[in-house]
């Protein structure tokens, strides 16, 4: 029996230093980042991708201000722990203890909720919006399409405007513009 010889196939192999492909399909990305670990101290290089906010920044859809104030929300959103993302309860943990929220964490919370409530309530427009966009990172099109506004879909143009209109209220409410020059 004379066996068939196997060829070896040749794999392309991905080049590390590039966003791959399923990175590429889902937005942009930047240019590589050269920088020190905060940890350790060695050199690193990373990409930053382009978020909504961002891309809104570059187009010229909102002001530095704006963008600014998107990001202290998002900042109180995430130390709030308010994403959808949760960890195991330390409860469960031998000596673990069960504590829910820290001091930092209430205090976020404090602050969410209080620029949800200038922004008309967790039900407007404008509090749906950041909400999902802002502080879980959803895109416009996925909350225009998905949750809208009062159970109701909106166009994309619409969703945008309310996104603007949310981050120029958050932008006085966060003091980065005089009221003023806001109305």
């Known amino acids: 029996m004379a066996g068939k010889r196997k060829t ?5 192999r991905e080049d590390l230093a590039k966003p791959s492909k399923w ?7 930047g240019e590589p ?9 060695l050199p690193v290089m990373h990409r930053r991708t382009v978020d909504t906010l961002g891309q809104m920044l570059a187009n010229g859809t909102i002001t530095q201000e704006m963008h600014d104030a998107g990001a202290v929300f998002r900042r109180q959103f995430r130390v709030a722990a308010l994403d959808q993302l949760r960890a195991m309860p330390l409860i469960r943990i031998p000596g673990g203890s069960g504590d829910s929220l820290t001091d930092r964490q209430v205090a976020a919370r404090e602050q969410v909720a ?3 409530m200038a922004l ?4 407007s427009a404008a509090g ?9 990172e959803h895109s416009v099109r996925e909350w ?15 969703a945008q405007g309310m996104l603007v209109a949310a981050l120029g209220v958050l932008a006085v409410v966060y003091g980065l513009v005089p009221r003023q020059r806001a109305a």
């Open 144 to 158: 225009a399409l998905r949750q809208g506004w009062g159970g109701r879909s909106v166009g994309h143009a619409q």
């Open 23 to 29: 990175r590429l399909q889902h937005g942009q990305v």
């Open 33 to 41: 980042v050269r920088e020190a670990d905060p940890e350790t101290g």
């Open 8 to 12: 070896k196939r040749q794999t392309s």
């Open 114 to 116: 209080h620029a949800m």
């Open 128 to 136: 749906s919006c950041a909400w999902h966009v802002v502080g879980l």
């Open 120 to 123: 008309g309530g967790f039900e």
